[in-house]
């Protein structure tokens, strides 16, 4: 029997304004790819990738009723890790400055790192963390400890 990998390959996050957002993820630095597909923006993110796809679309796709309402919280957040404290910084401030809000700026954790908080113009929660105890290969891809 051949069984597939469990590997998280790409994240869709549902957005109200497909331009606005590429704009915005591609002022993060991510690299865009795929340009050619229509209506979607993919990004590359280290050993994953994401993409941003109208809300409405992705509801049709998935059968379910496009309800873009505001929600302060979803109950989920992406996380980019960084080598560093002030790559946290910088990234924070990157992300405030292509339009994002900072709901926690970074500060030391209980758990011996410093993380902060942004969400993204259609209120997707990214958690930006140094781990000292997951380190970072040296194409920024996250090393989970047995």
């Given at each position: ?70 929600v302060d919280f ?35 954790t209980s758990w011996g790192g ?33």
């Amino acid at each position: 029997m051949n069984e597939p990998n469990a590997v998280l390959s790409l994240v869709t996050l549902g957005v109200a304004n497909l331009g606005r957002s590429i704009a915005f993820y591609e002022a993060l630095g991510f690299a865009r790819r795929a340009r050619d597909a229509e209506g979607v923006g993919f990004f590359q993110a280290g050993a994953c990738a994401f993409a941003v796809w109208s809300v409405a679309e992705l509801a049709k796709d998935s059968r379910h009723t496009a309800s873009h309402v505001p929600v302060d919280f979803r109950g989920v957040a992406l996380a980019w890790n960084c080598a560093t404290e002030t790559q946290v910084d910088a990234a924070i401030a990157r992300a405030w400055s292509a339009g994002a809000t900072i709901p926690k700026p970074p500060e030391k954790t209980s758990w011996g790192g410093y993380a902060g908080y942004f969400k993204d113009p259609d209120g997707h929660l990214w958690e930006v963390a140094h781990n000292p105890g997951f380190p970072l290969t040296e194409d920024g891809r996250l090393t989970l400890p047995d």
